[in-house]
Structures are given as structure tokens and as C-alpha cells.
């Protein structure tokens, strides 16, 4: 398969499931009526920022790619943070479960971590683009564990 292919597929993968996830929320999103913390971003933020990242992991993950460097556990690692990502956003909007949110978002730090620490021993390049989406989720962790506080 071409290179073109390659992260054609790797990058759109993850901006499509993104993009139904934002579908999914665009029914149940009440980020405007929360009681926001210190440094929360406005919401249209987040959609733009997520873009960024879903790029991001696809061109990440297209360098192990075409470089023959994925196997069984990588794939298992990437695909699973994928879902756990998802998952996270259905929820913490759509069933307002903000408490079990922020621990499984604990959980796809842990996979988002192992995954980093994965790529960088197979492609140094396609670990470090991870780190802007480790920093976010983290930021994230901030943000929900804040949202719980301040509107239970």
C-alpha cells in the first residue's frame, strides 16, 4: 500500500470517529450550562483543538505504519485509547457521569502513556507527536474532575 494510503487511512480514521462522537454529543452537550473552572476554554475550542490531535495521532501512527512497525500490540494500544477517548465523551456529556468520567480518563492516560512510551521505542518521531494529546488529556483530567466539583 502507497504512503499516501497509508496516512490517508491513519488520519482519517481517527477524525471520523471524532467526528461522530461530535455528532453523537451535539445532542446531549451542555458545556454552556455548566459551572465552568479556573481556565476553561470556551467551547469552540475543543473541537478545533481535537482536530489538531486527531491529526496528529493518524500521522503519528501512519510513521509506524509505513515503516512496517506496528504489530498486534501496538494495534491493541492504539485502537483500544481510541475507544476509551470516545467512550469518555458519551460519558461525561451524554450520561453526566462526571465522577466515573474523570476515572476513565485516568484510564486513557495510562493507555495514551504506554502507547507513547510504545511508539518512541519503534519511531522516536511518532512517539513525541503523542505529547501534545498526553498534555490535553491531562489538562482534560483538570477540567473534569473541576465540572464534578462545581456541579454536583
Given amino acids: 500500500m502507497s504512503k499516501i494510503r497509508i496516512y490517508g487511512k491513519?488520519?482519517?480514521?481517527?477524525?471520523?470517529?471524532?467526528g461522530i462522537v461530535g455528532l453523537v454529543l451535539s445532542r446531549c452537550m451542555d458545556y454552556a450550562s455548566l459551572q465552568k473552572p479556573f481556565l476553561a476554554p470556551p467551547g469552540f475550542v475543543f473541537?478545533?483543538?481535537?482536530?489538531?490531535?486527531?491529526?496528529?495521532?493518524?500521522?503519528?501512527y501512519g510513521?509506524?505504519?509505513?515503516k512496517e512497525l506496528?504489530?498486534?500490540?501496538?494495534?491493541?494500544?492504539?485502537?483500544t485509547q481510541l475507544l476509551i477517548n470516545a467512550l469518555w465523551s458519551i460519558f461525561f456529556?451524554?450520561?453526566?457521569?462526571?465522577?466515573?468520567?474523570?476515572?476513565?480518563?485516568?484510564?486513557?492516560?495510562?493507555f495514551v502513556v504506554w502507547m507513547i512510551i510504545e511508539f518512541f521505542q519503534r519511531e522516536k518521531g511518532a512517539g513525541l507527536?503523542?505529547?501534545?494529546?498526553?498534555?490535553?488529556?491531562l489538562f482534560a483530567a483538570y477540567l473534569n474532575l473541576?465540572?464534578?466539583l462545581l456541579n454536583k
Fill in 10 to 18: 491513519s488520519i482519517l480514521f481517527p477524525v471520523v470517529l471524532g
Fill in 47 to 60: 473541537p478545533i483543538v481535537w482536530t489538531i490531535l486527531y491529526v496528529l495521532m493518524g500521522v503519528s
Fill in 63 to 66: 510513521r509506524l505504519k509505513t
Fill in 70 to 79: 506496528t504489530e498486534e500490540k501496538v494495534n491493541f494500544i492504539y485502537y
Fill in 93 to 110: 456529556f451524554c450520561f453526566q457521569w462526571r465522577l466515573f468520567s474523570f476515572f476513565w480518563l485516568l484510564l486513557l492516560i495510562a
Fill in 129 to 137: 507527536l503523542q505529547i501534545p494529546y498526553l498534555l490535553w488529556i
Fill in 146 to 148: 473541576s465540572f464534578y
